[in-house]
T-cell receptor, first 113, second 115 residues
């Protein structure tokens, strides 16, 4: 069966520090991968998605970037965090782009102080 | 462009009562629609999805939703609420006619179940 792992689960970072959140999917190959953010009191917003290694699409302009160095690995990064980057970040995957369910990781709580 | 509106950020029901969470969507193409549940400090779990088959969709934990094109609605219901149903619920629509990973979410509805 397929599983998705995301870490760290929680982190507190000072403003201006770097960020790296990592996500891996097991039990499947060539998944579509996604990063979502849930800001406090708001719904989820798609940040990035990837249909293959090295292929990243950004949905909204922001202080973050994403990379996909391996087929089942998706990384969310920032060089300098802002207070507004605080939130709950969710990694997700689908088998392909057509009609299949999206599966979410357990999420990472980021607090920028 | 697609959008989702969830009416009511907080809904409170008594245990055993009917649960009704409202979702209206806007889409220029036939939508795929989803309901997700999020328990505290956890990721999202799919409750059910509509992908142009039967308009009445049954999901997990006794939930179901009915796709009504004329009303552009996809309301979530459960006949009898259980304490374990207390959580946040999100309605979502796909961006475009496919790609079920690119979702547009509503703002969420927090369901409170009172004993």
């Amino acid at each position: 069966s397929q599983t998705i792992h995301q870490w760290p689960a929680t982190l507190v970072q000072p403003v201006g520090s770097p960020l790296s959140l990592e996500c891996t999917v097991e039990g499947t190959s060539n998944p579509n991968l996604y990063w979502y953010r849930q800001a406090a009191g708001r719904g989820l917003q798609l940040l990035f998605y990837s249909v293959g290694i090295g292929q990243i699409s950004s949905e909204v302009p922001q202080n973050l970037s994403a990379s996909r160095p391996q087929d089942r690995q998706f990384i969310l990064s920032s060089k300098k965090l802002l207070l507004s980057d605080s939130g709950f970040y969710l990694c997700a995957w689908t088998r392909d782009s057509f009609g299949n369910t999206i599966y979410f990781g357990e999420g990472s709580w980021l607090t920028v102080v | 462009a697609q959008s989702v509106t969830q009416l009511g950020s907080h809904v409170s029901v008594s245990e055993g009562a009917l649960v009704l969470l409202r979702c209206n969507y806007s889409s220029s193409v036939p939508p795929y629609l989803f309901w997700y549940v999020q328990y505290p400090n956890q990721g999202l779990q799919l409750l059910l999805k509509y992908t142009s088959a039967a308009t009445l969709v049954k999901g997990i934990n006794g939930f179901e939703a009915e796709f009504k094109k004329s009303e552009t609605s996809f309301h979530l219901t459960k006949p009898s609420a259980h304490m374990s149903d207390a959580a946040e619920y999100f309605c979502a629509v796909t961006q475009g006619s496919s790609n079920t990973g690119k979702l547009i979410f509503g703002q969420g509805t927090t369901l409170q179940v009172k004993p």
